[in-house]
Structure formats: C-alpha cells, structure tokens
C-alpha cells in the first residue's frame, strides 16, 4: 500500500488544520490507520488510530480532544482533524497503516507514507 500525507502548512496557535493521507490500494479497508509525527531532534511519536471499520480509536494524551481519526473507505483516505494547535505541535505528519490493532507502534506499522510538514507559529 502506498501512502500519501498532504495538507501541512503553516498556522497560527489556536487555529485548526486538516490532514489527509490517500492510499493507492483498495487493500486500504483491511488496515488500521495511524498518523505518528516528528519533530526535530526527537523519535517519532504516535497521534491516533482508527480501526479499519472505524469503529475504535485510539490517541495520544497530548492531543486527545484536539485531534480526531477518521477515514472514508470509499474514497481510500484516512484524515486526521487538528483543533487548538500549538507550537508543540510542530513537527513533520506521517501517516500508517499496520494489520495489527492498535498500530501505536512503529513495530505494528506495515506502510508509511510521505510526510506532511505542519508548522505553528506566531
């Protein structure tokens, strides 16, 4: 499966920013979906999962009730809607997708896609 993450940019604390993440396959439906990130000088870190039925979730701490996961089967897309950023919240977007539930870990990703830069900034 191959994946792309687009719609990165540069915002202002307290804005909201969408990312997408299509895959090439429809082989999409069967995975579990995450987004994970980087930022400078640190290990990437994991963000949220969504079953592949969509059904289950699952966030990091640092961004629950300001991210959401959620996926379109129909279209092979996975989003991630970001609310309330914060400059920590600066890092390059990667989205996944492993076979294994809840894929929170790079050893349960299967696939990574592109990165998408998102940066906060005044």
């Known amino acids: 499966v191959q994946l792309q993450a687009y719609g990165g940019g540069l915002v202002q604390p307290g804005d909201s920013l969408r990312l997408s993440c299509a895959a090439s396959?429809?082989?999409?439906?069967?995975?579990?979906m995450s987004w994970f990130r980087q930022a400078p000088g640190k290990e990437r870190e994991f963000m949220a999962a969504l079953y592949r039925l969509g059904t289950n979730t699952n966030y990091a701490n640092s961004v629950k009730g300001r991210f959401t996961i959620s996926r379109d089967n129909a279209k092979n897309t996975v989003y991630l809607q970001m609310n309330s950023l914060k400059p920590e919240d600066t890092a390059v977007y990667y989205c996944?997708?492993?076979?294994?539930?809840?894929?929170?870990?790079?050893?349960?990703?299967?696939?990574w896609g592109r990165g998408t830069q998102v940066t906060v900034s005044s």
């Open positions: 996944a997708a492993g076979s294994t539930w809840p894929p929170t870990t790079p050893t349960r990703v299967n696939f």
């Open positions: 396959e429809r082989t999409f439906k069967t995975y579990h």
